[in-house]
C-alpha cells in the first residue's frame, strides 16, 4: 500500500511545480526548411469556378412570406407599444421596489393570497363586494370629475370657450 501511494504522489507533486520555457532560434542554423504561407496546402484555393444558384421556393416558403407580408403591420405596431410601454412599466417595477411599498403592500397581499386558499368561498365574495365598492367609488370620482368640467369650462359666458376668442 506504500508503494502505491509513493509511487502517485511523486508525479502528483511534479504537477504543482511551474517550469517556464524559452524558445529561441539557432543564430547560425540557415533558413532553408521555412516555407510560404502560400506554399501551405491548408490555405491554398482550389481551382475552379463556383456560381451560387438559389433553389426555387417551395409553396410552404411563399405562404409564410405572404403571412409575414400581412402581418408586418401589426408586429410593428406592437413593437412601438412595447417600446413606449417598456419605460413605464420599469419605472413602475423600481417603484413597487422600494422598501416602504414592500412593508406597507406585501404582508397584507400575501396574508389575503393565504386566507383565499383555505378559504375560497369568503375570499370571493370578499373580492365581489370589494369589486362593487372600487366600482362605486370610481363612479362617483368619474360624476364629481364630470360635473367640475361642466361648470368651469361649458358656461356659455366662459371666456375659454366663446366663439369670437377663436
Avoid at 44 to 58: D, F, I, L, N, W
Avoid at 120 to 145: C, N, S
Wanted: net charge positive; charged share 20%.
Amino acid at each position: 500500500m506504500f508503494k502505491v501511494i509513493q509511487r502517485s504522489v511523486g508525479p502528483a507533486s511534479l504537477s504543482l511545480l511551474t517550469f517556464r520555457v524559452y524558445a529561441a532560434p539557432k543564430k547560425d542554423a540557415p533558413h532553408k526548411n521555412s516555407m510560404k504561407v502560400d506554399e501551405l496546402s491548408l490555405y491554398s484555393t482550389p481551382e475552379g469556378q463556383y456560381k451560387y444558384v438559389e433553389e426555387p421556393r417551395t409553396q410552404l416558403e411563399e405562404s409564410i412570406s405572404q403571412l409575414r407580408h400581412h402581418c408586418e403591420p401589426y408586429t410593428s405596431w406592437c413593437q412601438e407599444t412595447y417600446s413606449q410601454a417598456k419605460p413605464k412599466m420599469q419605472s413602475l417595477v423600481q417603484w413597487g421596489l422600494g422598501s416602504k411599498i414592500k412593508k406597507l403592500v406585501y404582508p397584507p397581499g400575501f396574508m389575503g393570497l393565504a386566507a383565499s386558499i383555505y378559504y375560497p368561498q369568503q375570499a370571493i365574495a370578499f373580492a365581489q363586494v370589494t369589486g362593487e365598492k372600487l366600482y362605486d367609488w370610481g363612479l362617483r370620482g368619474y360624476i364629481v370629475i364630470e360635473d367640475l368640467w361642466k361648470e368651469n369650462f361649458q358656461k356659455p359666458g366662459n371666456v375659454k370657450n366663446s366663439p369670437g376668442n377663436k
